[in-house]
């Protein structure tokens, strides 16, 4: 427990066993070891009756910094948690740092200097917050890490994010399924990218699709002709994109298209961790004059961004794995609301997230596969789109 919680529990020790605080800790989905260096076990932990209740103080105001709003899903997430946040009754500040991380230490600091109560962090380089965020435990503030855990420091109290290894597992599930790995001869040329090197979610949606591929890659049905297939899943950077960047990826695909498929092969397969890095494959793949319906190869995503999902129904890309962002801020806004009543907060994993100095307690929602064939009946029929949006 951060020395903030520490410091705040004490304060409402009373109040906690007065309401019975119980750890409502559950971990039925903990993973015993970090899956993004081996599949998890299955195991399931008896919650940590040491652990005192996690209570907060009077909740009043709550900082919202997210990374950038040049990738679609973030400008969902803020403004979906600041209304919800408002209309509980909470000032609050959302901001938007360029993907720059000076600017958002910066952002995080005159959050503090105003007095939030607590911090909803989106980090963009999730190891570079550690002084800022002891600046927050240094003035009491609670910090939730939103989507992305940060890393080496005490002073992060709960992570909200969807399950992301399983992210990957679905991409790498959706390639054995398509190719029929399991039955067919191959080999298929497959391409692998990889997400921002300073992004802590980038290892676990390689690592859930490496796991799956790695068996047909070194049976030679999986073959990477470009020679950009990681060693392991700790090589994973090797194939990162920067800043999650579409016009970064769409130039690396047309180098390896360029160097490595002059001479009449074809690309079958390409696994892209997100949606803004599918974009710009999607676009080298266009420009090299591959054919949807005739040569274009899968194509994974994440986020299900509109344009995306308009490639997914015009066959440029295969899959999305869709995260309703309204759930996570759902449950961050859930998360709050425990705080602020000096509720236990519920959490669902107490073992997989180590964030190098201690494991963040956190919840994981799941995340869903959409192709063409299910984007109405999910995406429209969750009202996360309209019909209109995706002109159908
Ligand atoms: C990840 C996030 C993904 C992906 C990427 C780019 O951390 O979990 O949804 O889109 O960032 O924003």
């Not at 919650?47 to 709003?69: C, F, H, Q, R, W």
Request: proline residues 4%.
């Amino acid at each position: 427990m951060s020395s903030t919680l520490k410091k705040v529990a004490a304060g409402f020790a009373t109040a906690a066993l007065l309401v019975g605080g119980v750890a409502a800790c559950s971990s039925e989905r903990g993973g015993t070891t970090d899956p993004t260096t081996s599949a998890p076990e299955e195991t399931t932990s008896a919650p940590d009756e040491t652990e005192e209740p996690a209570t907060g103080a009077d909740i009043t105001s709550v900082g919202i910094a997210m990374p950038t709003k040049e990738l679609e899903r973030w400008n969902r997430d803020g403004a979906h948690l600041e209304s919800l946040l408002k209309d509980a009754g909470l000032e609050t500040s959302l901001q938007y740092a360029e993907n720059k991380v000076d600017m958002q230490i910066t952002q995080l600091q005159n959050m503090i200097n105003d007095g939030v109560d607590v911090l909803v962090v989106a980090s963009i380089d999730g190891t570079a917050l550690g002084p800022v965020l002891q600046t927050a435990a240094d003035n009491d503030v609670i910090v939730i890490a939103y989507d992305r855990l940060i890393n080496g420091t005490e002073n992060v109290d709960y992570y909200a994010t969807f399950d992301n290894y399983r992210v990957g597992t679905f991409q790498g599930e959706y390639i054995v399924e398509q190719l029929d790995l399991d039955n067919a001869e191959g080999p298929f040329n497959l391409e692998p990218f990889a997400g921002s090197p300073d992004d802590n979610n980038a290892k676990f949606f390689f690592a859930g699709a490496w796991d799956v591929l790695k068996p047909y890659i070194d049976e030679g049905k999986l073959v990477t002709p470009s020679g950009k297939a990681p060693a392991s899943n700790d090589d994973w950077a090797s194939i990162g994109i920067q800043g999650w960047k579409s016009e970064t990826a769409q130039s690396e695909m047309q180098n390896r298209l360029n160097s490595f498929y002059a001479g009449g092969e074809k690309v079958d397969v390409v696994l892209s961790p997100n949606d803004s890095l599918a974009l710009g494959i999607a676009q080298a793949l266009d420009a090299a004059g591959y054919t949807p319906g005739e040569d274009w190869p899968i194509l994974t995503g994440q986020d299900a961004d509109q344009a995306n999902v308009l490639n997914i129904l015009a066959g440029k890309q295969s899959m999305s794995v869709w995260k309703d962002t309204r759930q996570l801020g759902d449950r961050v806004a859930t998360m709050i609301s425990q705080l602020a009543a000096g509720e236990e907060v519920e959490v669902n994993d107490t073992e997989t997230y180590d964030n190098g100095v201690k494991v963040v307690p956190s919840y994981l929602l799941d995340p869903t596969v959409v192709v063409a064939d299910t984007v109405e009946e999910i995406l429209v029929g969750s009202e996360f789109y309209s019909a209109e949006d995706l002109g159908l």
